[in-house]
């Protein structure tokens, strides 16, 4: 995934160039009005850039140079909307094959049954967009889009219109959509719980200009975009994967690297992926192994940087075989005369850890050690 377009919009100025993912969820995100739409419209071929290239898959869609600009039916691109746009005369299962006739035999990869067990949608085969849910009908809308077969999938805020439980009706099904089937999705959000759910590779919109792009985990750790982020506090995503859904303690253990992280229980089977943030606030720092402690997960690092922002509070980056941050204070960074190449031990209470969606399991410690 290629991009680098310019357009002109009134007062308004696209100048965007990022490389997306090969395969995964590759995210747009910024406020409203930073871009994200016309970016895939664009994309999409619905927009037309002034200037610049877009290529996907080796396929050139757009090269002002070069005079091509493919129109929209030939992108081979699957878009889902905010609102699905299922035709409302049609039963769900003449709207998932009505993009799927228009494929090319020779072209279709993706089948009929596997979309539809995938999507869980087998039961709304016969009934008609007037009688599904808001979750079901961005489920059918997902299922039409991937039937004809893409080269890409967009998918502009497609949860925006749904109640918290509708997003997490479909929010699973989006995650497995990449892994399933292959596809790059790009993905326009301006919900940072939504990112951490799905994005694997990020970009940062800012009035028309990619300010950042690269993997989740590294932009998601640097100081300079936490507010851009919309958040106050750093913190760091870690991928992980379920050791045991739980053992004779109640617990879950997820594991990264060659660390076991303790949560209180999740629904998710043996090697599920689960990505978890830890905030900076809920590390607490020690110079030596504690003894007597309630924090049951205890890892051994490195002191990276302290970054000092002014106030009582201090960030400190470690490295634990992966990125995290610590936040303590000034007179606590003094007394264990804290500086960079420094070995000590992260401790992390398991109520502390965040999944992808944002909410804390249980409820989070004091923020100061």
Known sequence: ????????????????????????VTALFGPSGAGKTSIVNMVAGLMRPDSGRIAVAGLCLFDAKRGINLPPERRRIGYVFQDGRLLPHLSVRSNLVFGMRLTPADRRFVEFDAVVDLLGIGHLLDRRPAKLSGGEKQRVAIGRALLTSPAMLLMDEPLASLDASRKAEVMPFIMRLSREFAIPILYVSHSLDEILNLADQLVILEAGEAVACGGLAELMSRPELQKRLGSDEIGAVIETVVEAPQDDSGMTRLHFGNHTLMVPPIDVQHGGVVRVRIAARHVAIALEPPVGT?????????????????????????????????RITRQSCLDLEIKPGQSVYALIKSVAVSLGGGADIGEPPASAN
Do not use: H
């Open 1 to 24: 995934m290629e991009i680098d377009i310019q357009r002109q919009q009134g007062d308004f100025f696209v100048n965007v160039t990022f490389t997306g993912a090969k395969s995964g």
């Open 294 to 326: 309630s924090f049951q997960n205890v890892f051994a690092g490195r002191v990276q940087e302290t970054l000092y922002r002014g106030g009582a509070l201090i960030d400190v980056r470690l490295d634990i075989g992966c990125p995290l941050w610590a």
